[in-house]
């Protein structure tokens, strides 16, 4: 499977996937690194990962149709088959989700649907609630708002401050966002082959 991942931050995702792609904990491809801040340090690791990047300012387009079918065309190009948003700091438009209808993912720092939008570590610390976590979660038009696939959760310990909760959230997600994209590389790997299987057998 050819992954696409978009980020307009640090990346550290980005890398945890790359990672467990390259200790064979994950069976794909990253064959393109899309990213609307084309200073952001996931370009860097992008480019030390020989990874393809495609780096677009969205100001330099009239709108967001504009900008997400000049995507589209790169996404083509590199034949790719799932969307991964690693800290994409953007809505995803109508152009992109009907092209990737379903095969659009992201993660997000929160036990969804607590905490959506920005700063979710952050708005759960003020929050004073005892448990967050992590969620991937399939795209749909919302803001965070798609169905739910994967959901772990981290205790907040009185012990705990910001810096250390956020410590202890990105450790999750950096496991379980390669986790769950395996799991569900291997559901679409294993329905494809059946549907393989059911057309056989009904000719
Ligand atoms: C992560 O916390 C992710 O859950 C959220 O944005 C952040 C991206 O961090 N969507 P990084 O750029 O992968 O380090």
């Known amino acids: 499977m050819k992954l696409a991942v978009f980020a307009s931050g640090s990346g550290s995702n ?14 794909a491809e990253i064959s393109l690194l899309v990213s609307d801040k ?21 100001k330099e387009y009239q709108n967001k149709r504009a900008f ?14 799932i969307i991964i948003l690693a800290g994409y700091m953007r809505l995803i438009g109508p ?3 009907q092209t990737y209808e379903g095969c659009i993912f992201n993660i997000h720092p929160s036990l969804l649907p607590a905490f959506p939008g920005k700063n979710a570590i952050e708005q759960a610390w003020h929050a004073n609630v005892k448990v967050t976590g992590v969620t991937v979660h ?18 907040i310990k009185d012990t705990d401050s910001l810096a250390s909760l956020t410590k202890a959230i990105q450790a999750v997600e950096h496991r379980l966002y390669p986790d769950t994209i395996q799991r569900l590389i291997e559901k679409r790997t294993s329905e494809g082959s059946q549907n393989r299987h059911e057309h056989q057998t009904s000719i």
């Not at 399939?138 to 205790?155: K, L, N």
């Open 138 to 155: 399939m795209v749909d038009e919302g803001m965070d708002t798609g169905p739910i696939i994967a959901q772990e959760s981290v205790d």
């Open 68 to 81: 997400e079918n000049e995507i589209v065309k790169h996404l083509h190009e590199k034949e790719i088959d």
């Open 95 to 97: 152009i992109l989700l």
């Open 14 to 27: 980005f890398q945890a996937i790359a990672d467990a792609i390259e200790e064979d904990r994950l069976q």
């Open 38 to 58: 084309p200073e952001a340090y996931a370009v860097e690791r992008a480019k030390t990962l020989g990874i393809s990047v495609f780096t677009f300012r969205p």
